[in-house]
């Protein structure tokens, strides 16, 4: 039961305690907790189960000091020990105690209950099904006498062997070998032979595979081996059914959920830019001669290497197949987990964290997963590290997700005492992972993030929490060709169209970023009106950026979306289909979309059409986002954003880590609004004009027409209509009685703490 808002008589204090209301008789909440209620977006952070956490007892500790000194709600939880496996009982009696454990703590886990956390077992189980490595490799043989030659497994690691045993190879084999004469345009396809019958195996071992080739004049020789390793094969006919008996062996312990984390094939750290190393299985193999009517992967291999001539418009489809058929894989992997996640514990069962390895939309992560970051379902939009923003919030539409959290680590606590600003800004929250690099000591690391201002910062964001309905306002859309990035015998391999993006965020105008395939699984879509949407986004312009290889689902899209509201666009050719086959893309699009030639003019002709419908600018991203190779636009750490339904977000933290002072008159839904606080500040007014919700740090004051709210000291809050329309609020910080001017809008207030440590 509330008290009605601005009512000057109060019911009296006896009356609130009779009518069940949590305040003690000095006016204190009764209940107050370093946690958000169930019912509110929640804090994540992260931890790494090392030996010590397998000592007796051992994740207690943790445990003791995360529960009592942070406001995580959920511990995203992965193994990083040696020779632990999570299929083993002793590993699953562990984490059932620390689960338990965890509960009684207050804390719940997520853990990582992936296949590659079980590669022995599964080994054990599917000896045959195991990922193999295609290696090609090109030797001028001998005019006069046979050659040896050697192929070497290269070793293969990465986060989920830290501390463990790698993908290492177990065998090799030689699978085929061809012989021709190349030029700079291909391989003659009348010299084109399969000398593989001609050849002798010396050795085919873990590390290597040794041959004989035999002489002949004036050509060349591309040996095909293959290296399995200790990891499953994406296409192996099994490994759904183990992935579901993992699970369901942890069925009975009180998990909030479940982790999946960087899906795909074993890690290519360098893009492979020759293009002579391929995730290869029989299996594969299999269903590749299913799907593309009965060819031979091997030579299509070796098509899409050097391609061979007169055989151009094959060579495109081929690579067009091949490396869709990793994206639709390793997808359809993502989905079957987040199913029988659900099915197996629950629907209230979280399924984290991010499908992003390699953190930009590029060659390694077409690679390693095909780059199906928008169908590997998430109950939040989840990336980490330095996945650009117009990834992050695009998938935040997909999930319908009103925040984005980024797995975030680094070796500086400074670069954390920033990042959670411009997350906040761009409609984001962290899920805090230990400061790298490696070497130390994991708990301490994880410790250090709870100590100071960054705690503080923290606990001013999550306010937003209470408020946030729905994700970052983008209202344009840069929809880039799926299959024309992710072909090099294309005009625009590894190009995704971020720039593009980045022009945009730059001018105060966010961009999602989102790929071709979207189209034609049907996520892009359009409303009554026409207007071409995504999740809960509708787009005033969206930008076709290189469609070259698309189907003509995508010509069908833009058809139908030319009779509606939003600006279309085009940014590259349209010159073949998907088949390689050659296709008119400019006549089969709407007259009605522009085509422009460069980067430049077409985001300032979609700027002028934005503004033209009278969409106002949020704050430019005007830093730069730095790592792995690559730099994206960045919100900065102070300034003003929009959500979808129209909260205004106002950032301040750029000279004190905790919050800079916030003095603003702004316009929230054409309503003049006045407000002082601290850090972080949040807006929003219902159909009718009214406040609807209000989150700000160390607030002071706020004015909306009628409504004045003004504080002598500070205070920490948010402040909501529930569906009934009467006000429930969250104060934080918060020591003595409730202000007497918050009593006035509502007694219907909760308390929260924030987890301060000193730095001492």
Partial sequence: MKCNQWNPFFVSLPIFLAMGIGFSATGYASDISLRLPPSVLPQLGCWFWQDREFEPLGYKEFLDVISTHSSYAYLTTSLRAPLKEVTDDETYSHIKAAAVYARERGVSLVMDLDVRLARRAFQKQYPNELQEMLMMQEFDLSASEEIQIEIHSRELSDHYTFNTTPYVSLQGKLLRVYSYNRGSDGIDSATLQDITSACRVVEAASASVKAILPAAKNRKACVMASFARLTPDVFAPHIMEFQRAILQQYADVPLAGVCKDEW???????????????????????????????????????LMTFGVQGRERERIAAINRFMQMSCRRNGDIEQDFYRSVKEIFGAAAVVATHPTWWPYPEAREFMKNGLDWWIARRDWAQTDETTPFAVRTALAKKWNSPVWYNMYYSGQKSDYERSVWTHALAGGRINYHPIYPADGDLFQRSFELLRGDLAKAESRVRLLNFITKSPLDCPVAVIFGHACAMNWAGPAYNDVGMEMADVLWRAGYPADLIPSSEIENGSLRMDEEGCIKYGPQRYSAVILYHPEFETTAVSRFFQKAASGPT??????????????????????????????????????????????????????????????????????????????????????????????????????????TSIEAAGVAAVRLDDHGRLDGLAAGALRKFELGSFRLTLRQPVDLALWRDRDGSFTGAIQDCDGPIPEELMKITCDWMRISSPLLNDE
């Avoid at 830019?273 to 992967?297: H, I, M």
Wanted: aromatic share 8%; proline share 8%.
């Fill in 264 to 302: 795909g094939f074993p890690p290519c750290f360098d893009g492979n830019p020759n293009k002579n190393e391929f995730g290869y299985s029989a299996y594969r193999a299999q269903t590749y001669a299913q799907e593309t009517g009965g060819r031979d992967l091997l030579f299509d291999c070796l």
């Fill in 567 to 672: 600006a279309l666009y085009r940014l590259g050719d349209w010159t073949r289909d998907f088949e390689g086959n050659p296709f008119d893309g400019a006549a089969a699009l709407p007259p009605s979309m522009k085509a422009l030639p460069d980067i430049s003019s077409l985001a300032a002709d979609v700027i002028q059409t934005l503004q033209t419908k009278g969409i106002a600018p949020q704050t430019p991203a005007s830093s730069k986002l730095e790592g792995f190779s690559h730099i994206s636009s960045s919100p900065s750490t102070e300034g003003f954003c929009r959500l979808i339904d129209g909260t205004v977000i106002l950032i301040a933290g750029t000279n004190n880590i905790a919050g800079d002072p916030i003095e603003k008159n702004l316009k929230v839904q054409n309503r003049e």
